[in-house]
């Protein structure tokens, strides 16, 4: 096997060193372009906005989504999300792609609302509690019912 050692390696203009190496560490100046599938580790750092302090990547990032219409068991959009079930009137669950690690998973939800169907009080429920799925139901004044637009969900934690 060939090995070649080397401290820094510079562009053909001369003006600044592109990549320094140091040990098992790698310093890349200017713009770095890449091309392709890359993966990126679980272990993935990002320094926050402020430059104070750093976060793991892969841990903010969201899991899954899903936006569905109010009254039909199909997606508009989603990630991480094969297919809808839609339970009953107000009561979708949306099955994973892949499964989440564990049933503590925060999940976010909401719907949109249109000044057509009147007044009251609308507010939806994520259920947790599967790893395979997410559940939302979506209640006005007091009942389930489908939403008259759209809904749909968030889910943040761990996958499998």
Do not use: C
């Not at 750093?54 to 899991?63: C, R």
């Amino acid at each position: 096997m060939s090995r070649i050692k080397v401290d820094a390696l510079q562009g053909t203009s001369g003006s600044d060193t592109a990549i320094t190496l140091s040990g098992a560490n790698a310093t890349v100046g200017g713009t770095l372009v890449v091309t392709g599938v890359h993966t990126v580790g679980n272990n993935a750092i990002y320094t926050s906005d402020g430059g104070a302090v750093t976060q793991n990547l892969v841990q903010g990032l969201a899991k899954a989504w899903g936006n569905a219409p109010g009254s039909a068991a199909s997606i508009n959009d989603s990630f991480n999300v094969t297919s809808l079930t839609d339970s009953s009137a107000g009561d979708m669950r949306y099955n994973l792609t892949n499964n989440m690690s564990a049933t503590e998973y925060s999940f976010t939800v909401g719907h949109q609302y249109t000044t057509v169907i009147g007044t009251g009080a609308f507010f939806d429920n994520p259920i947790t509690g599967e790893t395979s799925s997410f559940r939302m139901q979506h209640y006005e004044n007091g009942s389930k019912a489908d939403a008259h637009k759209y809904s749909g969900g968030t889910l943040h934690g761990d996958l499998a």
